[in-house]
Nanobody, 113 residues
């Protein structure tokens, strides 16, 4: 059974940084691309970043240059380093394996002064 547990969110001031983690189990982690999504209040869930099995990464234009996705296959964990945070980054952040349908509970990120 696929399990994804996101953590590391919190309240941070604009310009600050957070590092999100997603611990995965129930599948061969190293064989899947991993994605981070976010969903802000009243908005649809959007793709933020993806890291492929090769280590290649892609980012949404809104976070390019500020966020970095990485993975540690030995720890079965994917990370999202978020720098220069803006109020519009406020959302619940989720990780997901690709392909796959399972979602974790998400972790809340709030950027506010």
């Amino acid at each position: 059974q696929v399990q994804l547990v996101e953590f590391g969110g919190g309240l941070v001031q604009p310009g600050g940084s957070l590092r999100l983690s997603c611990a995965a189990s129930g599948f061969t982690f190293s064989s899947y691309a991993m994605k981070w999504y976010r969903q802000a209040p009243g908005k649809e869930r959007e793709l933020v970043a993806v890291i492929f099995t090769t280590g290649r990464t892609n980012y949404a234009d809104s976070v390019k240059g500020r966020f970095t996705i990485s993975r540690d296959n030995a720890k079965r964990t994917v990370y999202l380093q978020m720098n220069s945070l803006k109020p519009e980054d406020t959302a619940v952040y989720y990780c997901k394996k690709s392909p796959g349908d399972s979602w974790g509970q998400g972790t809340q990120v709030t950027v506010s002064s």
